[in-house]
């Protein structure tokens, strides 16, 4: 035991002295603690979070996440009132095509339109043929035949009297073939009021926004049955809480914003009575996104006469509202600083900046949510 021992303790200085030729110091292992079961250290430009709160980014991972800063400058910018609003049809780009009686909607030359289909002014859409109750439909029929036979005994009447044409009044002649002609005229109604069918046509060209019926639906007069617009003469209607909004937007410039895309609006007109506590308020929509009729709709208005210098950011660079709105500033090349700021909404992508924020600082626009996410 104790040769071996020995040999034991001359192995161990044998390691040491070959680690100091190395130049490798000797690492012992103690009781409870396996270095070969420790972790990794982090890579050197692994993102990571100070005890500051300051994010440590090294420029390869900034490239990565595609962070895009920028120099935080004054601006002469207008604040902008928010507006709940929707999509509606343009009054002289839109129709709707109704049931001018009670009938059975019938299937056109096409079929019943889809949604979403294109069609031309004046195009059948449908047939619309008159729906009548038994005993109406035997009332016309007695009339029907009541005024057929009247018409078979004027035509006989005109004609014997055409034949003693030079003998009896022209008077009395033209007379018995008026009478002959409005009896036809109203044999001819009673005759498509009980058989005849109704073609319901596109009041202009568009597309089809809303079908409504079915082929064979039983419909009351006046019942709406299709709804067309035109895609590119769409309207916002916002409702304003304040008159003066509604007095002071006739030079002002609006923005929408609708299922996360932004598009310009252009103010329209807007109404003088007040339809449930509000006043309506209507803007062109400029280009053609793609919107729907009834969806709704962010209105950032930015009223005349209210600009003052500020600093404007992208609504992307700011994390978080209201008390926790915050921005990234790049401090140095690999250094972002959180900073608490103050902010109202200018439009519906940009807000200016109240406090919190010098101008000159680089502010990250573009990748903020990710900085924000490093623990």
Known sequence: ARWRSGTGALAALRAVCLALLLGTPPAFAHEGHDHAAEAPPPAADAPRRLADGRVMLAKPAQRSWQLRTRIAALEDAAPAVELPG?????????????????????????????????????EVLAWLRPSVA???????????????????????RAARLAQLEGSVAQKDI????????????????????????????????????????????????????????????????????????????????????????????????????????????????????LLAVGQPVKVFASLPGQA??????????????????????????????????QVVPLDAGRVRVLGGLTPGERVVVQGAPLLGAVR
């Open 86 to 122: 929707r999509v509606v049809a343009d009054p002289s780009a839109g129709g709707r095509v109704q049931a001018p009686f009670a009938g059975i909607v019938e299937p056109g030359p096409k079929g019943l339109p889809l949604p979403g289909q294109a069609v031309k002014a004046g």
């Open 134 to 156: 038994p005993m109406e439909r035997s009332a016309r029929l007695a009339e029907q035949a009541d005024v057929a036979a009247r018409l078979a005994v004027a035509r006989q």
């Open 174 to 289: 033209d007379t018995a073939r008026a009478e002959a002609d409005g009896l036809a005229r109203q044999h001819a109604a009673l005759g498509t009021a009980l058989g005849g069918r109704e073609a319901l046509r596109a009041p202009l060209a568009g597309v089809v926004a809303a079908g409504l019926v079915l082929a064979g639906q039983r419909v009351e007069a006046g019942a709406e049955l299709f709804e067309l617009i035109r895609p590119d003469r769409l309207m916002v209607e916002a409702l304003a809480y304040d008159p003066a909004i509604g007095a002071a937007m006739g030079a002002g410039s609006a923005r929408g914003e609708a299922g996360g895309a932004s598009f310009a609006l252009r103010f329209a007109g807007g109404g003088r009575s007040l339809r449930e506590g509000t006043l309506p308020l209507l803007f062109r929509v400029e280009g053609a996104p």
């Open 308 to 341: 003052a210098k500020g600093v404007v950011l992208p609504l992307a660079a700011v994390s978080g509202s209201g008390e926790a709105a915050t921005v990234w500033v790049h401090e140095a090349p690999e250094v972002f600083v959180p900073r608490r700021v």
